[in-house]
């Protein structure tokens, strides 16, 4: 999860541009580092062959409030044969 310091990487995503309040934009920007990450790894994990056999977890302390977008559950698993599921 994404989480103070609240820095980006400078100049890597333009997906947020449309969000005009710095904190906001910069949390934007972090997310879409944090989408770039995962991809990289499961997309290595597709060229060795691995992804296949490979459960996922995602874990997260806090997901914020479901009115505001959060997603307030603290552990999801996906396998390639079935879809996300919060546990």
């Known amino acids: 999860a994404v989480h103070g310091p609240i820095e980006a990487p400078p100049g ?30 499961t997309n290595a994990y597709r060229e060795l062959n691995l992804f296949d056999s490979t459960v996922w977890l995602f874990l997260a302390d806090n997901g914020g409030m479901p009115s505001e977008g959060g997603f307030n559950v603290p552990l999801v698993r996906a396998t390639p044969t079935t879809s996300i599921v919060s546990l």
């Open 12 to 41: 890597t995503f333009t997906g947020c541009d449309h969000i005009k309040a710095e904190t906001r934009h910069t949390y934007c920007l972090m997310m879409q580092a944090l989408d770039q990450g995962i991809a990289n790894v």
